[in-house]
């Protein structure tokens, strides 16, 4: 991100990216909800070339116990990236960025789970990148709200994820790979509709005053879009029950802690 030339045409004299989309346009996004039999609730999220998934166990006892916070769940995350998900082979384990990503993950999703019904407890939530193309921490905070929302954690909303951010000179939806190297800037944003907070918001590279603000109002536009996939996903998994009723009515799908 910013200061990396290309000889890549991110922009033609058509307006169109490399892959073919107009700036407003967001990469093809699939989830399906269930995917994991071992886990609590789980998630599969395949956009443009990234390939995410998350699983969720609990609310169970938080361990070590001196972690436990007595009056409210801990929402714990862990952001992993394969070896084999990166063009150079990525060394296994955390880094300085996983653990970023981990922390940014778990503050988003803290800010919608009623984490005050589980004192002591420890909602886990494990993301796998299978294949990364740019954009992963968004589909993986995408893929772990609907994870959540599977394991019947109550929450106020969904958080969807989407970002944007500026190639070429042009500010754009959802960057990928060639995008994000090469580009000036990025913003992934975590928003919940519902209430229209922002959960996560970041920025890498430089904007105006005026790109950031249209560029924040792209990626909510996109975080929009993500939300309707996410709760479609969700429909299909629950079939005849409505998704209103799972993640509005708390006392039905409240699980007692260990
Ligand atoms: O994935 P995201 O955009 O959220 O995070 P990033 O740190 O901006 O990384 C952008 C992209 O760089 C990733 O999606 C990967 O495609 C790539 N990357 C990589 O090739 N090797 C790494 N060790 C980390 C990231």
């Keep these: 991100m910013g200061g990396m030339t290309t000889d890549i045409k991110l922009i033609d004299e058509n307006g169109r990216r490399v892959d073919g989309r107009t700036p407003e346009e967001m990469r093809p996004l699939k989830i399906e909800a269930g ?23 609990g ?13 409210r769940a801990l929402v714990q995350c862990k952001y992993n990236m394969a070896a084999f998900s990166v063009d150079d082979r990525k060394r296994p384990g955390p880094d300085r960025r996983s653990q970023e990503i981990s922390k940014i993950t ?102 105006t005053h005026d790109e950031y603000t249209k560029g924040l109002d792209m990626a909510i536009k996109g975080c929009e879009k993500v939300y309707d996939i996410q709760r479609d996903a969700l429909r299909r998994r629950y079939e005849a029950r409505s998704l209103d009723s799972e993640i509005g009515a708390p006392e039905g799908v409240q699980k007692e802690v260990a």
């Design 35 to 57: 995917v994991l039999k071992r886990a609590d609730g789980s998630a599969y999220v395949e956009w443009g070339l990234n390939k995410v998934l998350a699983a969720v166990y």
């Design 106 to 207: 778990s503050e988003a999703l803290s800010h919608v789970v009623f984490t005050e019904y589980f004192p002591r407890a420890s909602i886990d939530v494990y993301v796998e990148v299978l294949q990364a193309n740019a954009g992963t921490r968004c589909a993986g905070l995408t893929a772990a709200s609907v994870a959540l929302a599977d394991a019947g954690v109550p929450m106020r909303d969904l958080v969807a994820s989407c970002a944007a951010g500026k190639a070429a000179g042009v500010v754009m939806v959802d960057l990928g790979k060639e995008e994000d190297n090469f580009g000036e800037a990025d913003i992934p944003v975590g928003y919940v509709p519902r209430t229209k907070e922002i959960v996560l918001l970041q920025m890498d590279g430089d904007l």
């Design 59 to 71: 609310p169970r006892e938080c361990h070590p116990r001196h972690m436990q916070n007595p009056t």
